[in-house]
């Protein structure tokens, strides 16, 4: 164990746990607004159990890193452009994405008939739920692992940041899920970093770079005005409640 805890594995560690809960947002806000849907008796299981198929796709992921490399290799090519398995997978789920994004915007700005605890979905809609976040846990993932890969030379050392990073995750997602399902403002702004993300996956399968680094900071900056704005409503409420 030696080696494992030398002090450049520490700091390769510490960084990149960082890094994967910093790229795990997305994931743990896709999951807060599908489980919105489930019977509250239901929703701390597919909270669990999605962010534990995310964990157990990326280590299979990690071990599996030279098929993962394979999918780079062009398949065909369409217009000039050569089109790779990961391109494929990309686009796939940009526009599953996208399409999700839509329609539960749709959804929340036109008004929804029922809550979703009175729609009484059963064991369907939770395998449902289930097969859509393992989905988009294979597209998150790409991120995840090839980060790992490249800031850390020991594969152990991934695992553990993943777990790490998972742990925190499955801690926080509760809250998280919480949070923005009571603030249909919050909610609505999640769903458009969702889009933004489908679209530059999209993007991404079409060979286009896009520097991840403006779209975290875009949300980063949007979800700060929003914070401010319920800041601001807050205070507006108790003004008007003291008036009374």
């Given at each position: 164990m030696g080696p494992l805890l030398s002090a450049d594995n520490l700091l390769a560690l510490a960084t990149l746990t960082?890094?994967?809960?910093?790229?795990g947002i997305d994931n743990v806000v896709f999951i807060a607004i599908l489980v919105a849907r489930l019977p509250a008796n239901q929703q701390e299981l597919a909270r669990?159990?999605?962010l534990s198929l995310a964990l157990l796709v990326r280590i299979g992921l990690l071990f599996t890193i030279s098929w993962m490399m394979g999918l780079t290799?062009?398949?065909?090519?369409?217009?000039?452009?050569?089109v790779s398995g990961r391109d494929l997978i990309l686009l796939g789920g940009g526009l599953f994405l996208i399409f999700k994004s839509t329609w539960e915007i749709y959804a929340k700005v036109e008004g929804e008939p029922?809550?979703?605890h009175e729609r009484g979905p059963g064991r369907g809609a939770l395998l449902g739920v289930l097969v859509q976040i393992l989905l988009l846990d294979i597209v998150f993932s790409f991120d995840?692992?090839?980060t790992a890969v490249g800031?850390?030379?020991d594969v152990w050392i991934m695992v553990i940041a993943m777990i790490?990073?998972?742990l925190v995750m499955l801690l926080s997602a509760?809250?998280?899920g919480g949070f923005v399902d009571r603030h249909p403002s919050v909610k609505i702004l999640a769903l458009s970093f969702l889009l933004l993300i489908g679209v530059m996956l999209v993007a991404e399968g079409m060979g286009t770079h896009v520097n991840k680094a403006y779209i975290y900071f875009a949300m980063a900056f949007a979800l700060f005005v929003e914070l401010l704005n319920l800041r601001y409503r807050k205070g507006a409420r108790a003004a008007r409640a003291r008036g009374r």
């Open positions: 960082a890094m994967e809960i910093v790229l669990r159990v999605g290799a062009p398949l065909f090519s369409v217009f000039g452009h050569e029922h809550e979703p995840s692992v090839i800031m850390a030379n790490l990073a998972m509760g809250a998280v």
